[in-house]
């Protein structure tokens, strides 16, 4: 049996997957997707996702779910497809710790990850796993820190000493609220930064940008019951950092492209999961009577509803106030 299970061999997922076991863990990886299976078993590679990069001898392709008996199971799916994959297989899950490696908000529910894995599989350790992290990077070896949040102690513990290794250092905390919005919210910054630099405005706009977003997130991180130092910490400020400045990026790409007067941004086939975000967050703060400027500005450019100069003009003409 596995020390650790995968679920999703995207790039993040595998990237988890060879750090691990490249640090002597046994883990077994699974893709929803039979042919992609088929050519990691052969291969030893997934280049579809991760280019380049060994798959460990330790490492293994689970054929089924019913293969993955750990009992610790990384769950590297989508935010938006999270909640209908753990209905589906709520027997299978029941009784693990179940680590969501998503970052968003679920359309329907309004729930960050580990909200969905609580009312999905009700008798599972929900946690999450988030911060500023680059597959690539982490599949190189490259030094990488986390958040790890849990809201039961004791498992929170064992899990940060399971999934650390030599490359990847993570710190444990029990707001598993802050650790998922940070991680979310950010998201939505991100896509906000590639648009102001992708329509000429500058790296000035850009840092103010940055900092009015991030008061954005506490104010809505604070509200929904989350501790100001985990914004501050590698989930909230450190994520925003990375994915305000990157092209790796795919949000702050995302942005870019639209800023530069592409329509479909990066395209169909990649996952933006800050796109999502904002329009749940924007929809719950005008419920909630939350001020997010940003965040409802961004989910209007990326919907097409106005363009990036529209909302240049909007964010100028808000009111003057203190800081």
């Excluded at 501790?227 to 450190?238: H, I, Y």
């Amino acid at each position: 049996m596995s020390d650790v299970d995968i679920i999703g061999a995207g790039a993040f997922g595998t990237a988890l997957g060879v750090t691990l076991a490249r640090d002597g863990r046994r883990v077994c990886l699974w893709s929803r997707n039979p042919g992609h299976r088929d050519e990691m078993r052969e291969s030893r590679r997934n280049d579809r996702r991760l280019p380049g990069v060994e798959l460990p001898p330790s490492l293994n392709i689970a054929d089924d779910p019913a293969a993955l008996r750990a009992d610790t199971v990384l769950l590297a799916i989508p935010a938006q497809t999270l909640d209908g994959f753990l209905t589906e297989n709520r027997k299978l899950l029941a009784g693990r710790r179940l680590v969501a490696c998503a970052k968003g908000i679920d359309l329907r529910s309004g729930l960050g990850p580990t909200g969905i894995i609580a009312n999905a599989v009700p008798d599972s350790v929900p946690a999450i796993l988030s911060g500023p992290s680059f597959a690539v990077d982490l599949a190189n070896g490259l030094p990488t820190a986390l958040t790890l949040a849990c809201a039961d102690p004791a498992a929170g513990t064992a899990l940060q000493t399971l999934l650390s290794t030599a490359a990847l250092r993570l710190y444990l905390t029990s707001d598993t609220v802050g650790a998922e919005l940070g991680g979310a919210l950010k998201n939505v910054m991100a896509i906000a930064c590639g648009l102001t630099v992708g329509a000429g405005l500058g790296e000035s706009a850009r840092a103010a940008l940055m900092t009015r977003g991030y008061a954005e997130m506490g104010r809505f991180a604070r509200l929904r019951g989350a501790r100001p130092e985990t914004l501050a910490g590698l989930s909230g400020f450190g994520d925003m950092v990375l994915t305000c400045t990157s092209e790796k990026s795919r949000n702050y790409a995302h942005g870019l492209a639209l800023g530069r007067g592409d329509a479909s941004g990066t395209g169909a086939g990649t996952t933006v999961e800050g796109v999502h975000t904002a329009r749940a967050v924007a929809g719950i703060a005008k419920q909630e009577g939350i001020d997010m400027p940003i965040t409802t500005l961004v989910n209007a450019v990326v919907s097409g509803k106005i363009d990036v100069d529209r909302a240049k003009e909007l964010l100028l003409a808000r009111p003057l106030k203190e800081e």
